[in-house]
């Protein structure tokens, strides 16, 4: 775009990238706090450092074109108030591209090996971060001060930096406990049972990386029905461990209600074989549906998960007052926490 910087006005609402432009330039959106949303059209292969950057999370609508290969330094700073979905695509991130930024949940693209410094940094409301099993490094503060973030893996074998979700800041006065720090008490601590969250644990396993490999739904069915012999036959056993809880709390459906990415008929097969999945609560006293709705999955996804509960168990009693509080910590849309009261 040039020096298009100067040329944008201060006030703008919508912004629409012509099919022409490769690549947003630094600062070109800088503090435009009025903007709120962005369309980026097919063609563009990078987004500039600060190239949105402080818009005080005005921007609510982006699009994000499947041409896009590199996020530069801190290009969403403290600007997106909305989930942003990443291409498989992408090739680099910047540091600190979506720090203070709001949304629930984000993938990370499988071309990302290395979470960069401060990626997610103050991101208050995010509670799920999907992350491929290729990502060997997680760089200094990439999750820091994340209040609500749980569902998160890591490889045994990834490499990390300091302080990847406690700044340990000694001036400051208010300690910050987020919600793994508060089971888990230490960076160190959290690392440790999250490089193993998923020891002898296949099923939970395969929906978290679900979106990462295809055929997901053939490999959950296989890993759920084990063969064993018995005079000399074969015959189907349902393996038993889609029914644990991981270090978490979290089943399989947990899980699955997290993601980003949203199969029906994974949910058919986990509740059709796991029905107790709809009724245990994780470490902190919630049920999937409560992350159904956080993260705003789509509407057949709470249709199914609801009318699952009123046919297989018709009489549990839901702690709305749980589900609404905990949302309530974030930039929960109302109409999502109204549909707790229906």
Request: aromatic share 10%; with cysteine; hydrophobic share 40%.
């Amino acid at each position: 775009m040039g020096e298009a910087r100067d040329a944008v006005p201060q006030n703008v609402v919508r912004v629409r990238v012509d099919p022409s432009v490769t690549s947003i330039s630094a600062h070109a959106f800088f503090e435009r706090n009025k903007l709120t949303e962005v369309e980026l059209s097919e063609g563009v292969v990078e987004i500039g450092e600060y190239s949105f950057a402080w818009c005080d999370h005005s921007i609510t609508k982006i699009s994000i074109p499947a041409s896009l290969r590199g996020i530069h330094n801190q290009a969403f700073k403290f600007s997106l108030r909305t989930p942003i979905r990443l291409h498989d695509g992408i090739e680099s991130i910047g540091e600190g591209a979506f720090a203070w930024c709001i949304f629930t949940n984000i993938r990370i693209p499988p071309l990302i090996t290395v979470i960069p410094k401060s990626m997610l940094y103050w991101c208050k409301s995010i509670f799920s971060l999907e992350i491929s099993e290729d990502v060997s490094v997680i760089e200094s503060y990439a999750f820091c001060n994340c209040i609500c973030l749980r569902n998160v893996a890591f490889q045994p074998n990834a490499i990390f930096e300091n302080l990847i979700f406690d700044e340990d800041d000694e001036e400051r006065e208010t300690i910050i406990i987020t919600d793994l720090l508060e089971l888990f008490g230490s960076d160190a601590e959290i690392i440790r049972v999250l490089q193993h969250r998923f020891d002898e644990l296949p099923i939970h396993s395969i929906v978290y990386y679900q979106s990462y490999h295809e055929g997901a739904l053939q490999r959950l069915i296989a890993a759920i029905n084990m063969r064993s012999g018995l005079c000399g036959r074969l015959r189907s056993q349902v393996n038993p461990s889609g029914n644990h809880q991981d270090c978490l709390g979290m089943t399989p459906l947990h899980i699955l209600a997290c993601s980003s990415v949203h199969n029906l008929e994974l949910y058919r097969v986990i509740v059709d074989k796991y029905p107790a999945n709809l009724i245990t609560e994780d470490r902190w006293g919630a049920l999937p549906l409560l992350y159904a709705l956080w993260g705003a999955a789509p509407t057949e996804i709470i249709h199914f998960l609801l009318e699952s509960y009123r046919s297989l168990y018709p009489d549990h009693e839901f702690n709305w007052t749980l589900m609404v509080e905990t949302m309530g910590r974030t930039d929960t849309p109302k109409e999502v926490l109204q549909i707790c009261y229906v």
